[in-house]
């Protein structure tokens, strides 16, 4: 299931060209496409805390795929607003992933967060490498349709409604086993949540800003839309080693000066982007390595807590209002280009943000190993 929670998200921008030729859209709107199910990322990741209370970890799993599967084939009809509702479907549905899945690893592995958080992300990282990859391969090569390149994920989303339904008869009607969840207006009060969820925020917005725009720079530094399909799939994929070692060093003794590796060489790679082929190439690199560091590190602040029954509110409320900040990246970054004519201004504000996801980082990262120490582990 985890494989489906980004790649029907990442297979759209290397087709983003064709897609607003065909549906007659903006730049800002284009933009729209991936800010879109980000909102619902933060609108729907409120009701996961409701859902897991109600009805059990594994009992909530179909609010995930049934919404998913509805919102690929909805997006693959051809219209507009058929795109546009089907983006809110399946941004519903993977919101409720986003809050389910850390939450399930933090109640099953409590003294294995970091090596399951770590397998998590890596395999957010491989979803989203394999979503941005194939898409253009499917169109250039095969000379499928957009409409056939985005909804190819609708049969692993079925595959694994299918595998998943005997799993819910066996479960318990409740589940017994999880801490009692903290309430949201308890983890709301706490400085640390506001810290943790303008961190998600922020690295978000940069993670998503350039998964949309990329393919966009990079032709205009000279390579070719495959070339620049097949560079933001590199993006994606690059992000595993980092998605791995995260978890280890996020809330460790050593959290700082990985933050500073992580956010300098991020920085870095998107100085980079206005240099020309080559450079711009290097920098895919240096930014694919850092963002799989950087969403793991995310994740891990959120579900490497002392209680287990904070993560499931303090998850729904850092990705429901984080992933709102980072829904105006996208658009907005396309509307400075628009003004502007160039990618300096855009990558200048992506650039502050990066700065300050450092400074952030920086403080969820001591603040919490100092509680785990305190505590004994």
């Known amino acids: 299931m985890t494989l489906l929670l980004r790649s029907p998200i990442t297979a759209v921008p290397p087709a983003l060209a064709t897609v607003r030729d065909d549906l007659g859209l903006s730049e800002f709107a284009a933009g729209a496409t991936t800010s879109l199910p980000l909102i619902c990322f933060g609108v729907f990741a409120f009701l996961a805390p409701f859902l897991i209370a109600r009805w059990g970890l594994e009992r909530a799993m179909p609010a995930v795929l049934i919404p998913l599967l509805a919102g690929i084939v909805l ?20 919101a409720v992933g986003n809050v389910l899945v850390p939450a399930l690893i933090r109640a099953r592995f409590a003294g294995r967060v970091a090596l399951f958080m770590g397998l998590y992300t890596a395999v957010i990282q491989v979803s989203g490498a394999v979503g941005s990859a194939l898409t253009a391969p499917l169109q250039t ?43 949201m207006g308890t983890v709301v009060v706490r400085p640390m949540t506001w810290v943790i969820t303008v961190f998600m925020g922020l690295q978000s917005l940069v993670y998503y800003s350039l998964l949309t725009w990329l393919p966009d720079q990079l032709t205009a530094a000279g390579h070719s839309e495959a070339g620049a399909g097949l560079l933001l799939g590199l993006f994606s994929l ?87 900040l980072a829904a105006t990246g996208p658009m907005a970054l396309g509307a400075i280009f628009a003004a502007a004519g160039t990618w300096w201004a855009p990558n200048a504000v992506v650039l502050t943000a990066i700065g300050t996801v450092f400074i952030l980082g920086c403080i969820a990262g001591t603040r919490l190993h100092a509680a785990h120490r305190a505590a004994g582990r």
């Open 75 to 94: 997006r693959s009809a051809g219209l507009t607003w058929t795109f546009f509702v089907g983006a809110v479907l399946v941004g519903s549905g993977i």
């Open 238 to 324: 690059l992000g595993l080693p980092g998605a791995f070692l995260a978890p280890r060093f996020a809330t460790g003794a050593r959290a700082v000066p990985f933050l500073a590796l992580v956010y300098g060489g991020q920085a870095l790679g998107v100085t980079l982007l206005g240099f020309g082929t080559a450079s711009a190439a290097v920098g895919v690199v240096l930014i694919g390595l850092a963002q799989g560091a950087s969403f793991s590190i995310a994740m891990t602040f959120i579900a490497d807590q002392p209680h287990a029954g904070d993560v499931p509110a303090l998850a729904a409320f850092a990705q429901g209002a984080g992933y709102m």
């Open 141 to 183: 090569r095969a000379g499928w349709s957009w409409e056939f390149a985005v909804g190819i994920w609708a049969l692993p989303a079925i595959l694994t409604l299918a595998w998943w339904w005997p799993v819910l008869r066996h479960s318990p009607p409740r589940d017994t086993r999880a801490a009692p969840p903290t309430g």
